[in-house]
C-alpha cells in the first residue's frame, strides 16, 4: 500500500491510552462500559487521556445500550462538555427502534436521521466515525447514500456483519471496491472480530483502517491494554 494504515485501538482510560501510543496506535477510541459495547466517558476522564497523549482521539457519543439516540438533547449537550475538555473527533450513530415510521417513511432499522443532523450540527464540522450501527441497519447501503453529504463523516467502523468480521468479509471486500462512489468515499475501519488472519486479505483489498479492542489486552477487558499487542497489529499492518 502506498501509505500507512491506521490502526484504532479502544481505550478507557489513560493507562490504556499511553500503551496503545506506545505500540503504534494511529488513534484512540476512548469508551466506557464495554459491557453495553461502549459508551460515552466521563468528562474527566476525556481531559486526561488528552493531556496524556498527543495521537489522535474520537471519543464515543453514546449514552445507553443499543442503537437509539435517545434524549438527543442531552446528546448535544455532553458534545458540548467533550468538546471543551478537548475533544476534537467523535463516534456516533444512531438507527430508528420506536416500531413507527417518521414522516419519510422511515422504520426501524433506518438511520435515525433527524437525531445524527440534530448531533452532527452540535459538533460543528468536527470529525467523526459512524459506528457499528451500520451492521444492523436495514439497508446499509441506503444508509450510505443518505449520510454521503453529513459534515465531518469521513469514516464507517463496521465488521460487514452483525456477527463480525468472519461473517462479514464479503460485504468488507465489495464495499472496499466500492470506494469513491458516491455514498463510499469515507474510510473503511475495519472492526468486530477483527484478527490477525484477516489483515491479509483486507489489506490486498485497499482497506486501510483497522480497529481492535480485546486484540489489544491478552488479560480480556478485565485488563489493560497491552503495548506489545498493539506493536504486534501495528508490525503486520507495516509489513515488518
Do not use: N
Not at 481505550?11 to 461502549?38: F, S
Not at 498527543?54 to 455532553?78: H, K, N, Q, S, T
Not at 440534530?118 to 441497519?137: K, M, N, P, Q, S
Not at 472480530?193 to 491478552?218: N, Q
Amino acid at each position: 500500500m502506498s501509505k500507512r494504515a491506521v490502526l484504532e485501538v479502544i481505550a478507557l482510560d489513560v493507562e490504556d491510552a499511553v500503551a496503545a501510543r506506545a505500540g503504534g496506535a494511529d488513534r484512540l477510541e476512548l469508551v466506557t462500559d464495554m459491557a453495553a459495547d461502549g459508551l460515552t466517558p466521563p468528562v474527566r476522564t476525556v481531559a486526561a487521556v488528552r493531556e496524556a497523549v498527543g495521537i489522535p482521539l474520537r471519543v464515543m457519543l453514546r449514552l445507553a445500550d443499543g442503537f437509539a439516540a435517545g434524549d438527543v438533547e442531552r446528546l448535544v449537550a455532553v458534545a458540548g462538555e467533550l468538546r471543551a475538555a478537548g475533544a476534537e473527533e467523535f463516534v456516533l450513530g444512531f438507527l430508528r427502534a420506536d416500531g413507527e415510521a417518521d414522516a419519510e417513511g422511515g422504520v426501524d432499522g433506518d438511520v435515525d436521521l433527524p437525531a445524527l443532523e440534530r448531533v452532527v450540527e452540535a459538533l460543528e464540522g468536527c470529525r467523526w466515525t459512524f459506528h457499528r450501527a451500520i451492521d444492523r441497519a436495514a439497508d446499509r447501503d441506503a444508509l450510505r447514500k443518505q449520510l454521503a453529504d453529513q459534515p465531518g463523516l469521513d469514516t464507517y467502523l463496521t465488521a460487514g456483519s452483525p456477527a463480525g468480521v468472519d461473517d462479514g468479509l464479503p460485504t468488507l471486500l465489495a464495499e472496499a471496491a466500492r470506494r469513491g462512489e458516491p455514498g463510499y468515499e469515507q474510510q473503511l475501519l475495519v472492526g468486530g472480530g477483527l484478527r490477525l488472519d484477516h489483515v491479509p486479505r483486507l489489506l490486498a483489498a485497499g482497506i486501510d483502517g483497522f480497529h481492535i479492542g480485546g486484540a489489544a489486552r491478552p488479560d480480556g477487558w478485565d485488563g489493560p491494554v497491552s503495548a506489545e499487542a498493539v506493536a504486534q497489529w501495528r508490525r503486520l499492518l507495516d509489513g515488518t
